[in-house]
């Protein structure tokens, strides 16, 4: 029984430690180095992110994500990036299915 409480707690610890993360969707406008600059244009907003030691990843729709190197964020792509205060953990560029 407490064993079963245990995975309970850390389930929902591993959890909740997800939703914390947010999300920022837009096209990048600007690359210097590992810093970039994401323009949402629907919230009209713009963000700059140090994407130094993010999982970068190539996405298309329908298919499963793909791993790439940061040289793939590129002005004009389309990205979502996952970020936590100031430290970005993941960017996913995302691409049109061909």
């Known amino acids: ?8 707690v ?6 909740i430690g997800f939703a914390v993360a947010d999300e920022f969707k837009g096209k990048v406008t ?22 130094v030691g993010a999982k970068v990843q190539k996405v298309a729709k329908g298919e499963a994500p793909a ?10 792509a389309n990205v979502m990036i996952k970020y936590d205060g100031t430290k970005v953990s993941e960017v ?6 061909k």
């Open 92 to 97: 996913n560029v995302v691409s049109k299915k």
């Open 1 to 8: 029984m407490l064993r079963k409480i245990l995975c309970v």
């Open 67 to 76: 791993a790439a190197e940061a040289s793939a964020v590129k002005e004009g």
């Open 30 to 51: 600007k690359v210097s180095g590992t810093k970039i600059t994401v323009e949402n244009k629907k919230d009209n907003k713009t963000m700059d992110f140090d994407i």
């Open 10 to 15: 850390g389930i929902l610890a591993i959890s």
